[in-house]
């Protein structure tokens, strides 16, 4: 323990004083902004309704119609390096991405409001202990208390109503999720990872590097040469290959966000 102070002006909502120590930890984790990779997902919710089904549609047909009338190129790899950017593209302009999750959705600009004004009025009482600044204050807390109370209920509420509407409309990913978010809680984020010895990688540079060469190792595979390939008769008659038109209305009769068989 290096130092022990109290902090009288300290919005803690208590009547005893905030006070703060400084401890000094054993296993620090020293944490670089300056190589930290920002990861962004594509709201592919919007693909199961029609209109966002459409405008997707349209907008990668405009661009691979752009492509068409252009000079065909001999490089395999910057053919691929043009149909990957333009999907991308076509994704995040008809899709768009998610938005971060809030760890207090509810938490509005009128809490704020309201925790600012109980802020001064305490630092107003700490300035001037009057009967007066006294009452203020109370009244003050007792409206945002009541406030806070209130807005944390109307969410509930409503995540309720929604968990209750996916249930009805079958959507069982979300309604899972729903409940995940209810059971875990906040639960912050911990980027860190093992390197070859056990220990801690905290740095997203070595993190991403450790990453690197674990995918290399494992999927570094030998090229197997001379495999003979065998026709086996069979007594069964031969069936053609499905068409097009079948393939697509065998995936339209699938269920969402299930696997075709038992595991």
């Given at each position: 323990m290096l130092d022990v102070r109290s902090f009288r002006a300290a919005d803690y909502e208590t009547d005893p004083y905030l006070?703060?120590?400084?401890?000094?930890?054993?296993?620090?984790?020293?944490k670089?902004?300056?190589?930290?990779?920002?990861?962004?997902?594509?709201?592919?919710?919007?693909?199961?309704?029609?209109?966002?089904?459409?405008?997707?549609?349209?907008?990668?047909?405009?661009?691979?119609?752009?492509?068409?009338?252009?000079?065909?190129?001999?490089?395999?790899?910057?053919?691929?390096?043009?149909?990957?950017?333009?999907?991308?593209?076509?994704?995040?302009?008809?899709?768009?991405?998610?938005?971060?999750?809030?760890?207090?959705?509810?938490?509005?600009?009128?809490?704020?409001?309201?925790?600012?004004?109980?802020?001064?009025?305490?630092?107003?009482?700490?300035?001037?202990?009057?009967?007066?600044?006294?009452?203020?204050?109370?009244?003050?807390?007792?409206?945002?208390?009541?406030?806070?109370?209130?807005?944390?209920?109307?969410?509930?509420?409503?995540?309720?109503?929604?968990?209750?509407?996916?249930?009805k409309n079958k959507n069982i990913r979300d309604l899972y999720r729903g409940i995940n978010d209810f059971k875990k809680g906040y639960q912050p984020g911990s980027n860190l990872a093992k390197d070859e010895n056990g220990d801690l990688l905290a740095d997203s540079h070595n993190i991403f590097n450790r990453w690197r060469n674990y995918y290399s190792q494992l999927l570094s595979v030998h090229r197997v040469s001379n495999i003979r390939q065998t026709e086996i008769p069979t007594a069964e008659p031969l069936v053609p290959d499905p068409s097009p038109f079948e393939v697509e209305s065998a995936i339209a009769k699938l269920k969402r966000y299930k696997s075709t068989s038992s595991d």
């Open positions: 006070v703060v120590a400084k401890l000094r930890e054993r296993l620090t984790v020293s670089q902004t300056t190589h930290r990779v920002h990861m962004v997902r594509l709201n592919l919710k919007k693909l199961s309704k029609v209109e966002g089904k459409e405008q997707y549609c349209v907008k990668i047909s405009n661009r691979f119609t752009v492509l068409e009338n252009l000079e065909t190129e001999v490089d395999v790899n910057k053919t691929w390096e043009t149909i990957r950017d333009n999907i991308k593209m076509s994704a995040k302009e008809s899709l768009g991405y998610y938005e971060p999750k809030k760890h207090k959705p509810w938490f509005d600009e009128g809490c704020s409001d309201l925790l600012d004004h109980r802020k001064q009025a305490k630092l107003q009482w700490l300035q001037d202990p009057s009967q007066l600044n006294g009452d203020n204050l109370s009244n003050i807390r007792r409206e945002a208390s009541r406030h806070f109370r209130n807005k944390k209920r109307e969410y509930l509420k409503d995540k309720i109503d929604e968990l209750a509407m996916n249930s």
